[in-house]
């Protein structure tokens, strides 16, 4: 059975788990390094990505954050993919993780007041797909290396992107029961279910 983690530090974990059992997977909570072990994947949620930045240093998580990224598949949400990012534009509060070879804009989708939810319609694994997206004082992903493809992008503006390894959201998939994105990511098919990544939005 697949294992999935959840970081629990602060956030909203609970709708990951929700979509992991969804999945029929094993999900647990990930609070030390020692809950690492054994996993086949890890989420990080959506919460303040200044305070779990705070605590994954008080919690002595970075370094065995770091070792896990290199071994299996991490899917970060909203303030989720702010931590995985190389770079965060006028931040200084958040010292992010570096696994995406990204940089965002914090909040650059609006204060909580002006979240937004988008329909989308794309094309996964051969079929027209619709589902509503959930922004939430959403990043915005405002450059990316070369080895990083999109997998989604709204309003010209990629929200959904990979690495051959890790992904990162924008959005909320976990507050929309869209279980998508958690399954491609953790079955490792994200290539052949999204088969143009970097042009996947034009279905
Ligand atoms: N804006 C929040 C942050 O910077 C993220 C919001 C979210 O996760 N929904 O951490």
Redesign the pocket.
């Known amino acids: 059975m697949i294992k999935i983690g959840v970081l629990e530090l602060q956030?909203n974990f609970e709708s990951h788990h929700k979509i992991l059992k969804k999945l029929g997977y094993d999900s647990v909570g990930v609070k030390n390094s020692n809950d690492l072990e054994c996993l086949d994947g890890l989420v990080l949620p959506?919460?303040?990505?200044?305070t779990?930045s705070l605590l994954i240093d008080s919690f002595n998580l970075r370094d065995s954050l770091l070792d896990f990224s290199k071994k299996k598949p991490i899917l970060g949400?909203?303030?989720?993919l702010?931590l995985m990012a190389k770079n965060i534009e006028n931040e200084s509060r958040?010292n992010p993780l570096g696994i995406l070879d990204i940089t965002v804009d914090?909040?650059a989708y609006g204060r909580q007041i002006m979240s937004k939810k988008e329909q989308i319609n794309m094309k996964f694994n051969s079929k027209l797909v619709d589902f509503e997206v959930t922004l939430?004082?959403?990043?915005k992903i405002i450059e990316m290396g070369d080895e990083v493809q999109v997998l989604l992008d709204l309003d010209d503006s990629p929200i959904a992107i990979y690495n051959g390894m890790h992904m990162g959201l924008s959005f909320?998939p976990e507050l929309n029961g869209v279980t998508l994105f958690h399954e491609s990511l953790f079955r490792g098919s994200v290539n052949s279910n999204f088969q143009a990544p970097g042009n996947i939005n034009a279905a």
Do not use: F, K, L
Not at 77 to 80: I, L, M, R, S, V
Not at 136 to 139: C, D, F, S, V, W
């Open positions: 956030g959506g919460g303040e990505s200044t779990m949400t909203c303030a989720g702010i958040v914090r909040n939430i004082r959403a990043p909320h």
